[in-house]
Nanobody
């Protein structure tokens, strides 16, 4: 089992920045691909970013490419999402997840999810 806990959400003005963290415990963190999804009110949960288990490969949704950066520190069992140039349409609950492969993670095919952290971007 892997337990995931997100933190770092909050209220920020458009153009601002936030850094989300996802702390993992349980089975070996470094053996899992990790990622972020988000869900806005009335919308389906969508993929945001993913990172391979060693951190050598990263993947982004087109909507966040160039603004968001995903990273991980396997020594600290923690993953991060640096969000810059935030827009009101980035407002959502952000969830981290873990999966055996990036492919499974990107489609949300995993039982390992955090509880979510709210990000609100005001215009």
């Amino acid at each position: 089992q892997v337990q995931l806990v997100e933190s770092g959400g909050g209220l920020v003005q458009a153009g601002g920045s936030l850094r989300l963290s996802c702390a993992a415990s349980g089975r070996t963190f470094s053996s899992y691909a990790m990622g972020w999804f988000r869900q806005a009110p009335g919308k389906e949960r969508e993929f945001v970013a993913a990172i391979s288990w060693k951190g050598g490969s990263t993947y982004y949704a087109d909507s966040v490419k160039g603004r968001f950066t995903i990273s991980r520190d396997n020594a600290k069992n923690t993953m991060y999402l640096q969000m810059n140039s935030l827009k009101p349409e980035d407002t959502a609950v952000y969830y981290c997840n873990a999966a055996a492969t990036v492919g499974a993670l990107k489609v949300g095919s995993t039982k390992y999810w955090g509880q979510g952290t709210q990000v609100t971007v005001s215009s």
